[in-house]
C-alpha cells in the first residue's frame, strides 16, 4: 500500500513538473527521478502560516465582497485595478507550483534543460501583448468572448468559446487540484481527500463571495510572497558563492553526478517537430488561457492592459532566473548531505533520483538548508498559496463562461438582468469547484501528467486562433470561426489522446497512432486554416452581417473608442 | 451588449477615413509584427540551435565551468522583457497621443 502511495505521489508531482507533461522530457528519466517519496512529518511552521495566509484571504475575501455590486464588479473588479497591481496578479495567475517546484526540480535533475522550459513559458508574453491585449482591452467587457463575438453571431460563437474555456479550465483544473492534494499530503500530512476538498472549498468561498475583486488579491499577495520566497533563496545560495555565479556552477558540476554535462542541453528536445509544435504550444497557449485573457479586462484602458503585460513580463522572467539559481542551489547545497535522501542500507544514495519526496521537492528542501524549519514552513504554505491563487483564477474563468456566454447571452438571449447573471456566476463557482473535487478524487491514482499539455495545447489550437482570426481579418465569419475552431478543439484533444504520452503511457497500448507528444503544430494549422477557408466559401447571409460588421470593430479595437470604461467606486 | 452602446456613438466611417487613423494603423502594425517576428526568431532560434547543435551551447567561456548556454538563455528571458519595453514605451507615449487626437476630433 505505501509503496504505491509513494509512487502515485512520484507520478503526480512529476505531473507538477509540466516538463513531463509536455511531453518533451525524458520521461523515464523524470519518473524514475521521483521515485523514494514519502508524507513529511507534521510540519506545524508550515500549517500555522498556512492558516495565516488563509486568514489573510478570508478576509480580503469578506472585503471584497461587500465592494462588489454589480457584474462588472463581479467580473472585472469593476475595471478598477492599477497596472501594477494586475501586473503582480497576471504572475500570480500564471507562476503555479508547476513552475515554482517542478522547474527547480528539473535544474536540479538536469541543469541546463530546467532552463529550456523557463524559456518557453516566458515568450508567450510578449506577443499576447503586440497582438492581443489592447484589443482584447477596447472590444470586450468580462470574458474573451466578448471580443470573438463583438460582431459575429452571439449564441454559435458564445458556445462556442464557453466549450473552449471550459475545456481549458477542466483540464487545468484537474491537474492542478490532483498535484495539490498530493502536495499537501506531503508537506502538511494531510489525507489526499481532505486537501483536496480543502483546495475546493477555499476556491469556491473565494470566487463565490469575493469574486474578481478577492481573486485578484489572492493572486496578489501569492505573488508578492512566492517572489519574495524565492529571492530569499536564490540570495542565500549566491552569498555562500560571494555572487559568483561561476562558483556555483563549478561546485554544481563537482557535485552533480551528470558532471559538466548539466551545463549544456540533454535530451531535453529530441526532433525538431516536437520542439517546434511544443514552442508553438507554450507561446500560443498562453495567449488562449482564459483565466489569463480575463485579467485585462480589470484594468481602466488599453494602457493600463499594455503596462501590466510589461510589468508581468519583469516578474515572470525575473522569478524563472531565480528558480535557475535555486535549482543549482539545491545540487550544491543538498547532494551532499544524506539528511535530505533515502538513504539505502550501505549508506549510499542516489543523488538525484532518492532526494526524499522526488526531485520536485529540491526548492522545498533547499528552503530547509538555507533557512530552517521556519522557512521551510514559510516556503511550504508559499507552495500551497501558489496552488490556490491559480484555481482560484481558472474558477472564476470557467464560472463566467457559464454565467456570461452560456447563460446570460445562449441561453436567455441577452434577456437577463446582472444581479441574476451575477448569482448565476457564483452557482456556477460553486458546481464548477464541487466537480473539481470529485475529478480531483476521481483521478487521484491516474496519470495527470498530459493534462497541462492538453490545457495549452487547446487554448493555442481553438482559443487563440479564433480570438486573433476574429479581430485581425475583417473576412472572418461566424461559420468560419465556429467551424475552424471546433476542428481546433477536436483535432488537438484527439491527438493527444493518440500520442505516446496516453495512448502508450495511459491507455497501455504498444505503439501510438500519433507519434508527437504535442499536438500545437498540427492542430493549430488545422484550426487557422479552417477558419480561413470556410470563412471565404461561406455565402451565408450571416456572412455579409459579419464582414460588413468588422469596420466599426476594426476602429474600436485600434483606438478604444466606446470601449467599455472602468467603474468608479 | 457590445454593439448596443449607444450613448455617444462614434462615427466609425470619419475616424477610418481620417489620415491620422490610417498612419497610426499602419505603423503600429508594423511596429506590433516587427517585434513578435524578432521574438519568435529569438525564441524559436534558440530551440532550433538546441534541437540541431546542442553542442554549440556546451562551448565554455574561458577557463571555468560556465558555457556560453548559460548567458544565451539568460538573454531570451531579458529579450522578452526588453522587447514588451520597448513596445509599451512607444505605444504608452506616441500611439496614445496620435489616438487621442483622433478621439478629439470626434467630439
Same mark, same amino acid.
Given at each position: 500500500?505505501?509503496?504505491?502511495?509513494?509512487?502515485?505521489?512520484?507520478?503526480?508531482?512529476?505531473?507538477?513538473?509540466?516538463?513531463?507533461?509536455?511531453?518533451?522530457?525524458?520521461?523515464?528519466?523524470? &519518473?524514475?527521478?521521483?521515485?523514494?517519496?514519502?508524507?513529511?512529518?507534521?510540519?506545524?511552521?508550515?500549517?500555522?502560516?498556512?492558516?495565516?495566509?488563509?486568514?489573510?484571504?478570508?478576509?480580503?475575501?469578506?472585503?471584497?465582497?461587500?465592494?462588489?455590486?454589480?457584474?462588472?464588479?463581479?467580473?472585472?473588479?469593476?475595471?478598477?485595478?492599477?497596472?501594477?497591481?494586475?501586473?503582480?496578479?497576471?504572475?500570480?495567475?500564471?507562476?503555479?507550483?508547476?513552475?515554482?517546484?517542478?522547474?527547480?526540480?528539473?535544474?536540479?535533475?538536469?541543469?541546463?534543460?530546467?532552463?529550456?522550459?523557463?524559456?518557453?513559458?516566458?515568450?508567450?508574453?510578449?506577443?499576447?501583448?503586440?497582438?492581443?491585449?489592447?484589443?482584447?482591452?477596447?472590444?470586450?467587457?468580462?470574458?474573451?468572448?466578448?471580443?470573438?463575438?463583438?460582431?459575429?453571431?452571439?449564441?454559435?460563437?458564445?458556445?462556442?468559446?464557453?466549450?473552449?474555456?471550459?475545456?481549458?479550465?477542466?483540464?487545468?483544473?484537474?491537474?492542478?487540484?490532483?498535484?495539490?492534494?498530493?502536495?499537501?499530503?506531503?508537506?502538511?500530512?494531510?489525507?489526499?481527500?481532505?486537501?483536496?476538498?480543502?483546495?475546493?472549498?477555499?476556491?469556491?468561498?473565494?470566487?463565490?463571495?469575493?469574486?474578481?475583486?478577492?481573486?485578484?488579491?489572492?493572486?496578489?499577495?501569492?505573488?508578492?510572497?512566492?517572489?519574495?520566497?524565492?529571492?530569499?533563496?536564490?540570495?542565500?545560495?549566491?552569498?555562500?558563492?560571494?555572487?559568483?555565479?561561476?562558483?556555483?556552477? &563549478?561546485?554544481?558540476?563537482?557535485?552533480?553526478?551528470?558532471?559538466?554535462?548539466?551545463?549544456?542541453?540533454?535530451?531535453?528536445?529530441?526532433?525538431?517537430?516536437?520542439?517546434?509544435?511544443?514552442?508553438?504550444?507554450?507561446?500560443?497557449?498562453?495567449?488562449?488561457?482564459?483565466?489569463?485573457?480575463?485579467?485585462?479586462?480589470?484594468?481602466?484602458?488599453?494602457?493600463?492592459?499594455?503596462?501590466?503585460?510589461?510589468?508581468?513580463?519583469?516578474?515572470?522572467?525575473?522569478?524563472?532566473?531565480?528558480?535557475?539559481?535555486?535549482?543549482?542551489?539545491?545540487?550544491?547545497?543538498?547532494?551532499?548531505?544524506?539528511?535530505?535522501?533515502?538513504?539505502?542500507?550501505?549508506?549510499?544514495?542516489?543523488?538525484?533520483?532518492?532526494?526524499?519526496?522526488?526531485?520536485?521537492?529540491?526548492?522545498?528542501?533547499?528552503?530547509?538548508?538555507?533557512?530552517?524549519?521556519?522557512?521551510?514552513?514559510?516556503?511550504?504554505?508559499?507552495?500551497?498559496?501558489?496552488?490556490?491563487?491559480?484555481?482560484?483564477?481558472?474558477?472564476?474563468?470557467?464560472?463566467?463562461?457559464?454565467?456570461?456566454?452560456?447563460?446570460?447571452?445562449?441561453?436567455?438571449?441577452?434577456?437577463?438582468?446582472?444581479?441574476?447573471?451575477?448569482?448565476?456566476?457564483?452557482?456556477?463557482?460553486?458546481?464548477?469547484?464541487?466537480?473539481?473535487?470529485?475529478?480531483?478524487?476521481?483521478?487521484?491514482?491516474?496519470?495527470?501528467?498530459?493534462?497541462?499539455?492538453?490545457?495549452?495545447?487547446?487554448?493555442?489550437?481553438?482559443?487563440?486562433?479564433?480570438?486573433?482570426?476574429?479581430?485581425?481579418?475583417?473576412?472572418?465569419?461566424?461559420?468560419?470561426?465556429?467551424?475552424?475552431?471546433?476542428?481546433?478543439?477536436?483535432?488537438?484533444?484527439?491527438?493527444?489522446?493518440?500520442?505516446?504520452?496516453?495512448?502508450?503511457?495511459?491507455?497501455?497500448?504498444?505503439?501510438?497512432?500519433?507519434?508527437?507528444?504535442?499536438?500545437?503544430?498540427?492542430?493549430?494549422?488545422?484550426?487557422?486554416?479552417?477558419?480561413?477557408?470556410?470563412?471565404?466559401?461561406?455565402?451565408?447571409?450571416?456572412?455579409?452581417?459579419?464582414?460588413?460588421?468588422?469596420?466599426?470593430?476594426?476602429?474600436?479595437?485600434?483606438?478604444?473608442?466606446?470601449?467599455?470604461?472602468?467603474?468608479?467606486? | 451588449?457590445?454593439?448596443?452602446?449607444?450613448?455617444?456613438?462614434?462615427?466609425?466611417?470619419?475616424?477610418?477615413?481620417?489620415?491620422? /487613423?490610417?498612419?497610426?494603423?499602419?505603423?503600429?502594425?508594423?511596429?506590433?509584427?516587427?517585434?513578435?517576428?524578432?521574438?519568435?526568431?529569438?525564441? /524559436?532560434?534558440?530551440?532550433?540551435?538546441?534541437? /540541431?547543435?546542442?553542442?554549440?551551447?556546451?562551448?565554455?567561456?574561458?577557463?571555468?565551468?560556465?558555457?556560453?548556454?548559460?548567458?544565451?538563455?539568460?538573454?531570451?528571458?531579458?529579450?522578452?522583457?526588453?522587447?514588451?519595453?520597448?513596445?509599451?514605451?512607444?505605444?504608452?507615449?506616441?500611439?496614445?497621443?496620435?489616438?487621442?487626437?483622433?478621439?478629439?476630433?470626434?467630439?
Amino acid at each position: 500500500m505505501r509503496t504505491v502511495r509513494k509512487t502515485t505521489t512520484a507520478t503526480v508531482l512529476s505531473a507538477l513538473a509540466l516538463g513531463a507533461a509536455l511531453g518533451l522530457v525524458d520521461t523515464a528519466q523524470a &519518473a524514475g527521478a521521483i521515485e523514494g517519496g514519502g508524507k513529511q512529518a507534521l510540519n506545524l511552521e508550515a500549517i500555522l502560516m498556512f492558516f495565516a495566509f488563509v486568514a489573510a484571504t478570508l478576509g480580503i475575501t469578506w472585503w471584497a465582497a461587500r465592494r462588489t455590486r454589480s457584474a462588472a464588479d463581479f467580473y472585472a473588479a469593476g475595471g478598477g485595478i492599477t497596472a501594477g497591481q494586475n501586473g503582480l496578479a497576471i504572475a500570480g495567475d500564471y507562476m503555479s507550483a508547476a513552475s515554482f517546484l517542478g522547474i527547480s526540480g528539473l535544474v536540479f535533475a538536469t541543469g541546463f534543460d530546467g532552463l529550456i522550459y523557463s524559456v518557453g513559458w516566458l515568450v508567450g508574453w510578449p506577443i499576447i501583448l503586440f497582438l492581443i491585449a489592447e484589443r482584447l482591452r477596447n472590444l470586450g467587457k468580462y470574458t474573451f468572448a466578448d471580443v470573438v463575438s463583438f460582431r459575429l453571431e452571439q449564441t454559435r460563437i458564445r458556445s462556442l468559446s464557453a466549450i473552449g474555456t471550459l475545456t481549458v479550465v477542466a483540464f487545468y483544473l484537474i491537474a492542478q487540484m490532483v498535484g495539490a492534494g498530493k502536495l499537501i499530503e506531503l508537506l502538511f500530512g494531510l489525507p489526499y481527500l481532505y486537501a483536496v476538498i480543502l483546495v475546493g472549498a477555499l476556491m469556491i468561498i473565494y470566487v463565490a463571495f469575493g469574486g474578481m475583486v478577492a481573486t485578484t488579491w489572492v493572486q496578489i499577495i501569492k505573488a508578492c510572497l512566492l517572489l519574495g520566497g524565492a529571492t530569499f533563496m536564490a540570495l542565500m545560495v549566491l552569498i555562500k558563492f560571494g555572487f559568483s555565479p561561476e562558483a556555483l556552477f &563549478a561546485r554544481a558540476v563537482e557535485i552533480h553526478p551528470k558532471g559538466g554535462s548539466i551545463m549544456a542541453p540533454g535530451n531535453l528536445v529530441t526532433d525538431p517537430v516536437s520542439a517546434v509544435s511544443l514552442g508553438l504550444a507554450l507561446m500560443f497557449g498562453t495567449a488562449g488561457l482564459p483565466h489569463i485573457l480575463m485579467r485585462f479586462f480589470t484594468v481602466a484602458d488599453a494602457k493600463a492592459a499594455r503596462k501590466s503585460v510589461f510589468y508581468a513580463t519583469g516578474f515572470i522572467g525575473y522569478f524563472y532566473i531565480l528558480t535557475f539559481i535555486i535549482g543549482f542551489g539545491a545540487i550544491t547545497l543538498l547532494m551532499n548531505d544524506p539528511e535530505f535522501y533515502k538513504v539505502g542500507a550501505d549508506g549510499a544514495y542516489n543523488k538525484v533520483t532518492a532526494l526524499l519526496g522526488g526531485t520536485n521537492m529540491a526548492a522545498i528542501h533547499l528552503s530547509n538548508a538555507v533557512g530552517g524549519p521556519l522557512f521551510l514552513g514559510f516556503i511550504s504554505a508559499v507552495a500551497f498559496a501558489t496552488i490556490l491563487a491559480v484555481v482560484a483564477g481558472l474558477t472564476l474563468a470557467g464560472a463566467s463562461a457559464v454565467s456570461h456566454d452560456l447563460y446570460a447571452s445562449v441561453i436567455a438571449l441577452g434577456r437577463v438582468s446582472e444581479d441574476r447573471e451575477v448569482r448565476v456566476s457564483k452557482i456556477s463557482a460553486v458546481v464548477i469547484g464541487i466537480v473539481a473535487i470529485v475529478l480531483g478524487y476521481i483521478f487521484e491514482n491516474q496519470n495527470v501528467a498530459f493534462m497541462v499539455g492538453l490545457a495549452f495545447a487547446v487554448a493555442a489550437s481553438c482559443n487563440f486562433p479564433v480570438l486573433l482570426m476574429s479581430v485581425m481579418w475583417g473576412g472572418t465569419t461566424t461559420l468560419g470561426v465556429l467551424i475552424g475552431g471546433f476542428l481546433g478543439l477536436v483535432s488537438s484533444v484527439a491527438l493527444v489522446v493518440l500520442s505516446p504520452a496516453v495512448w502508450v503511457k495511459t491507455f497501455g497500448f504498444a505503439t501510438a497512432p500519433f507519434p508527437y507528444d504535442n499536438p500545437a503544430l498540427f492542430s493549430m494549422t488545422i484550426a487557422f486554416v479552417g477558419i480561413w477557408l470556410v470563412s471565404k466559401l461561406d455565402r451565408s447571409a450571416r456572412a455579409k452581417i459579419d464582414t460588413a460588421a468588422y469596420e466599426a470593430q476594426y476602429v474600436r479595437s485600434e483606438t478604444g473608442i466606446g470601449a467599455t470604461k472602468a467603474v468608479a467606486h | 451588449m457590445n454593439q448596443g452602446d449607444a450613448v455617444g456613438t462614434p462615427s466609425y466611417d470619419t475616424i477610418k477615413n481620417d489620415p491620422q /487613423f490610417q498612419e497610426l494603423v499602419a505603423k503600429r502594425s508594423r511596429f506590433a509584427w516587427t517585434l513578435t517576428v524578432t521574438m519568435l526568431l529569438i525564441y /524559436f532560434g534558440f530551440v532550433f540551435v538546441i534541437a /540541431f547543435a546542442p553542442s554549440v551551447l556546451a562551448i565554455r567561456l574561458g577557463s571555468g565551468v560556465t558555457t556560453i548556454g548559460i548567458p544565451i538563455g539568460l538573454a531570451v528571458i531579458v529579450s522578452a522583457f526588453l522587447l514588451t519595453g520597448i513596445y509599451v514605451r512607444r505605444a504608452n507615449s506616441e500611439f496614445d497621443a496620435d489616438t487621442q487626437d483622433i478621439a478629439g476630433r470626434q467630439k
